[in-house]
């Protein structure tokens, strides 16, 4: 790595602190959004019913005074399902291919072997398996974030840990605890540095960095354009001047906006779920109350032996009576608004209703009719995907070109194993097969609507119409095969 002054330990600290407060705003609707999805309650503060009946029936209402603080989160919650529908769409790995230098066998050829490297890139990292919590992160908070990390044979050493080959490796962030800085001017407003703090137990400490604390701290990552540094409780425990131009790390958003941040799928939806949870309860008293008559007792000291239930004989002596009041509930309207609520909620989250509802409420049920009612769904999936994909596009292009620079890769033997059209390969690279060569396409399958096959038939329709205008490389690209061209 290139020698180089290292920030101040006092100066990070207080440049994260800065940072921190900065961001509150951010946090905060994180707080909100998670608060929906999971619920928060204090255990000690649950609620009671009134058993308001004479019969000692429950009236479903909560008493005043205990619902400070209770999310009601077991009447009805629509959004964990939903962000689980939008997470097992988004949350697939894309196709990943290296671009040719040109069309010359030898080009070719190198296109395949850079592509292959940078694939093992993820592999190693796991990223299929990080692609859920990117795309959590991303649907329900509004924002993604990852970090680049070099391994060389001096952490080998360290840790022994032969599953881990040499490479770039990459690993997820809660945005929660990340803090990103831009430059601005840059194209897109580049990423210029990214604190990302935690708070860590004695234990957690000890098992992560091989150090003894005295009490739980807070810990501190810096990645910056020339350097990155690890600090616990105010001592920094790690330090690498790399001046590699870039920070290694990526910072991705949900949705393109004016600067606005925590732009979560579901933020505009958090209000009608509420309201969802006051109207089950209302229709669930309503139920209540339209189920049981209730009785009327006068002049209770007249009646004598009260029994309540079928077959049931009470005795009066006037003037007292008993009387069966009907009951007044009306659960109908209550349903009706709950239906109207779900309906606005789908529209709200871009959610199609038969991915929640599994049915579709029409007597035309063929798989064009289905493929449309989900259309206004997957062309919100693509348009965010293809957000999604341009940020994957920067963070591979970081990764080649730490593969190319980086002292303890670009010289060093790195292994490279998978799959391609039915046959497997395993093989080896150094980074210099890389050349600072960044240009690379990110393309996602189809979620919703036509199949790879359909494409496919579609596709091969277009270039026999064309007479060969519409060239086989362009039928292949647009199914997005997963083989490298």
């Not at 840990?161 to 840059?186: K, L, M, Q, W």
């Not at 064009?368 to 341009?390: A, H, K, T, Y």
Request: glycine share 8%.
């Amino acid at each position: 790595m290139p020698d180089g002054p290292l920030t101040s330990v006092k100066d990070l600290v207080e440049r994260a602190e800065t940072r921190v407060a900065q961001q509150y705003e951010r946090i905060d609707a994180y707080t909100e959004y998670e608060t929906a999805i999971f619920g928060r309650r204090d255990p000690s503060n649950k609620p009671r019913i009134i058993g308001s009946f004479s019969d000692g029936r429950p009236s479903m209402r909560i008493a005043a005074g205990v619902s400070e603080g209770w999310d009601q989160r077991e009447t009805i919650n629509l959004l964990p399902s939903t962000i689980d529908t939008f997470v097992s769409m988004r949350g697939q790995m894309p196709t990943t291919t290296v671009v040719a230098e040109g069309s010359e066998q030898q080009q070719l050829d190198q296109q395949t072997k850079r592509t292959r490297a940078l694939r093992e890139q993820h592999d190693h990292s796991k990223l299929g398996r990080q692609m859920k919590t990117l795309a959590f992160n991303a649907i329900a908070l509004g924002e993604w974030c990852v970090t680049l990390e070099p391994r060389v044979k001096a952490d080998f050493e360290k840790d022994k840990d032969e599953r881990r080959p040499f490479g770039v490796y990459i690993s997820s962030v809660s945005p929660r605890n990340a803090f990103p800085g831009f430059r601005f001017g840059t194209p897109g407003d580049a990423l210029d540095d990214l604190f990302c703090v935690w708070h860590l137990s004695v234990e957690a400490i000890k098992a992560a960095y091989a150090i003894d604390v005295q009490e739980d701290s807070d810990v501190i990552h810096y990645f910056s354009r020339t350097e990155k540094q690890i600090i616990v409780n105010g001592e920094r425990i790690s330090g690498v001047y790399h001046d590699l131009g870039f920070c290694p790390a990526v910072w991705g958003v949900n949705k393109e906006t004016d600067g606005r941040t925590a732009q979560s799928d579901i933020r505009n939806a958090i209000s009608i779920h509420e309201q969802m949870q006051i109207v089950m309860n209302i229709y669930l008293d309503s139920l209540m109350w339209s189920t049981w008559p209730i009785v009327h007792i006068k002049n209770r000291q007249y009646v004598t032996d009260v029994q309540i239930g079928p077959g049931a004989v009470i005795e009066t002596v006037d003037p007292g009576g008993v009387d069966m009041v009907s009951p007044a509930g009306t659960p109908q309207n209550a349903l009706t608004m709950l239906g109207a609520l779900t309906d606005a909620f789908h529209q709200v989250t871009g959610i199609s209703p038969i991915q929640t509802n599994g049915v579709i409420d029409r007597s035309n049920v063929s798989a064009r009719s289905v493929d449309r009612q989900q259309g206004p769904m997957e062309q919100r999936i693509v348009l965010e995907n293809s957000l999604f994909g341009d940020t994957f596009e920067e963070m591979n292009e970081k990764i080649l070109l730490m593969l190319s620079n980086v002292d303890g890769l670009k010289d060093e033997q790195m292994p490279m194993f998978g799959q391609e059209k039915g046959k497997t390969y395993s093989d080896t690279f150094t980074g210099s097969d890389i050349g600072g060569w960044i240009r690379n396409t990110v393309k996602w399958d189809a979620t919703l609507g036509s199949s790879k096959h359909e494409r496919l038939v579609m596709g091969l329709q277009l270039h026999k119409d064309s007479n060969g205008l519409y060239p086989l490389s362009r039928v292949m690209a647009d199914i997005d095969r997963k083989s490298v061209v």
